[in-house]
C-alpha cells in the first residue's frame, strides 16, 4: 500500500467516525480534509477525548498526554499526520 493510500484510508476512517458521531445528518462530503474542526465547531474538547479513544482503538496506539494539543486534532488531515507519526515510532 502506498503512502498516499495510507493517507487517504485513514482519513476515510477518521472522516467516517466523525460523520457518524457528530455530524449524522450531513453527507460524507460535507467533511473536507482541511475544515477546522475545533475551531470550526465541529468537534469541542469532550469529543476530541472520543476521538483519542477511537484512534487508539483503531490505530492500535496510545495518545500520549503531550500529544494532546490542537495541531494534531485541528483538521482530518492534521489526525492522519498524527496518526502516521506514531505508526512510525511503532
Known amino acids: 500500500m502506498t ?8 482519513i476515510d476512517a477518521i472522516r467516517s467516525f466523525i460523520l457518524a458521531q457528530y455530524l449524522s445528518d450531513e453527507p460524507a462530503d460535507s467533511l473536507r480534509d482541511d475544515d477546522l474542526l475545533l475551531e470550526g465547531g ?7 477525548m472520543e476521538l483519542v ?3 487508539e482503538s483503531r490505530f492500535g496506539f496510545r495518545v500520549e498526554d503531550a500529544d494532546l494539543v490542537v495541531e494534531n486534532f485541528a483538521t482530518l488531515h492534521a489526525m492522519a499526520a498524527y496518526v502516521e507519526s506514531r505508526r512510525a515510532r511503532k
Open 3 to 10: 503512502e498516499l493510500a495510507t493517507r487517504s484510508d485513514t
Open 53 to 55: 479513544a477511537f484512534l
Open 42 to 48: 465541529i468537534i469541542d474538547s469532550g469529543s476530541v
